[in-house]
């Protein structure tokens, strides 16, 4: 009885101590798609990147003006082919997605990079994508530029 008792207590202390495995939600297939995205992006491979949009996007993005903007696939690949002529070591690295329903995911993410002064800069953005049958739709970009602005 003392043997049954020992392995009994033994098996439930071996038990209790095993660290316990965290249920992790599935990736969403947006978050797949958002991780390909920054990958592109950050491997400068702008078509590959732009090919990630449907034939016309709507983007909100302070650096296209106020308001709504449609741009084309090409449009994308030249804006961001521009933008890392200017910074070279253009880099975003994403802090957080945050899915939200089927077809929204927010982005989390600290652009930084190296100017042609060689002043480096870190901007912290969250966009917004909107994504339908595997494209994005809509990308809504938000970032504090109020010292751009006043540097005008």
Known sequence: MRKILFLFIVIFAF????????????TTDNEKLVKTYYEHFNNHDFTKMANMYADTADFK?????????????????????????IFPDL?????QTYPSGD???????????????????????????????????KDFTYFDNFEEENNK
């Not at 316990?20 to 939600?25: L, S, V």
């Not at 880099?91 to 802090?95: E, L, S």
């Open 61 to 85: 993005d302070p650096s296209l003006g106020q308001g709504i903007v449609k741009q084309t696939r090409q449009q994308t690949i030249d804006k961001y082919t521009e933008l890392a002529k």
């Open 91 to 95: 880099y975003d690295q994403v802090i």
């Open 15 to 26: 038990i209790s101590c095993q660290e316990q495995k965290q249920e992790t939600m599935p």
């Open 103 to 137: 077809h929204h995911i927010i982005v989390e993410f600290v652009s930084s990079g190296t100017g042609p002064d060689n002043i480096k800069f870190e901007l912290p953005i969250c966009t917004i994508f909107t994504i339908e049958n595997g494209l994005i739709t």
